[in-house]
C-alpha cells in the first residue's frame, strides 16, 4: 500500500484480525506451535520452564552447564530484590491490601526500571542481562506482595527451579513432585505464544527506542484484560457459578442469551482447538482422577465443553485447564494471571530483543469516521 494515499476500507481488519504484522524467529503457529522451531508437546512435557525460556531468549537449548549458570542468575535475581521495591509494595499493601497482584507486579516492575536506569538503547547483552534479572524478580515480587497484602513478614525465596519455588512460596507447603511437574508445564505453556495482545504491545512501546522495562509493564497492563490474561482466573469464577454439571445448560443459555463470551472458551487464531488446552486438559484429567470434589469439576467442565462445541462450535483455550490445575494445586484465584506473567516474562522479553534488533517504528494508520469537515466557533459565539 502506499503509505502516503488515504487509507481504503478495504486495508482495515477490526482488532487487525488477519493483520500479519511483523516477523519472529521465536514462535510459530503455522500447522503446530512450536517454541524456536521445536514442538511445543516435549518441551510442555518435560516442564523445564528453566530451559524453555533459555529457548526462547538466547535463542537455542542450553546446554546442561549452560542450563545451570542461566539459572543460578535468574534464581540470584529472585533472591536480591531491591529492597526500595519491598518498601514501596510494604507501603502500598498498608494503603490497599486488596489491591490486585497484577497492579503490584505492574508497578514493581516499573519500579524496577526505574531503579536499573536503562540507557538507550540498550546493547544485546545488557538487553539479556536485564531479561534474566526480570525472571527472577518478577516471581519474587509476587510471592513478596502475596505476603504483604496478608500482612506476613516477607519469606525468603526458596532454592530450586522457579516453578517448585514460587509454588513453595505461593502456597506456604514444600510441593509434592507431581504438583511441580504439572506447574512447570503451565509455565511452558504460558511462555510465549507469538503477536499475542501483550506481546504486540511490548513490542509496540519499545519500537519507539523506549526500554524493556517500560515495554513490559505495558505488556502486563495488557495481559490483565479478561479477553487476554485475566480470562485464567474468570474461568474458576465460571465454574463457581455454574456449581454443578446438571445446571450447565441453563446458565450457558442464559450467557447466550445476554451475548455474554464465556471465559476459557474461542481463541482469535485457533478456529479448531487450541493444541496446548489439549495437552494439559488432558493432565489435568489424570492429576484429578480419583479425587472426587476435583473429579466433580472436570465432569462439570467436560458438560460445558461439550455444550459450547454443540451450541457455538467452539473450544477450549489454554485458560480453561489452566484454572483447574492451579485450583487443584491450591492456588488462590487472584494469583492465576499473575502466574501467566511470571511465565510470559520470557517470551516478551525474547520479543522486545528480537524488536530492538531490527527495529522499525510500529505506527498504523485509521479510517477516521468522525464529523465531516466544519467550521471552528469561537467560544464567545458558542
Ligand atoms: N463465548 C461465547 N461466544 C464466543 C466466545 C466465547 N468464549 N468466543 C467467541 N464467541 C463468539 C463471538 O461473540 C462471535 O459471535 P458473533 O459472530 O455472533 O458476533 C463469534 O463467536 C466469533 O468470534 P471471533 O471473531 O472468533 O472472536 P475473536 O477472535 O474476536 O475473539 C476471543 C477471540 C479470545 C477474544 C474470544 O473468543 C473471547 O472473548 N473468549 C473468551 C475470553 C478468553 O477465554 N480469553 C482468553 C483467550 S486465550
Redesign the pocket.
Known sequence: MNTNARPSPDDFAR?L?GIVAGRTAICSLEGDLRYRGYAIEPLARAGDFEEVAYLLIHGELPTHAEREAFAARVHAAARTLDPAVIDALARLAVACPSASPMDALRTAVSMLGQIERDVLPGSREALLAQAERLLGQVPAVLATWCDLAAGRAVGPWPDGPIASALLQRLTGRTPPVDHVAIFGTTLVLYAEHEFNASTFTARTIVSTGSDMHSGITGAIGALKG???GG?NE?VLEVLAAIGSADRAEAWLEE??AA??????????VY?DG?VRAKLLGAMCRAMNSGKPAAEAIEQLADRVEAL?LDR?K?KP???WPAARVYHALGLPVSVFTPIFVVARMSGWTAHIIEQIGDNRLIRPLSLYSGPAPRDYVPLELR
Open positions: 482488532g484480525a479478561p479477553l487476554h480470562a474468570q450467557q447466550f451475548k455474554r463470551v464465556v471465559m476459557g472458551f474461542g481463541h482469535r478456529k487450541d459450547m457455538k467452539l483455550n489454554l485458560d
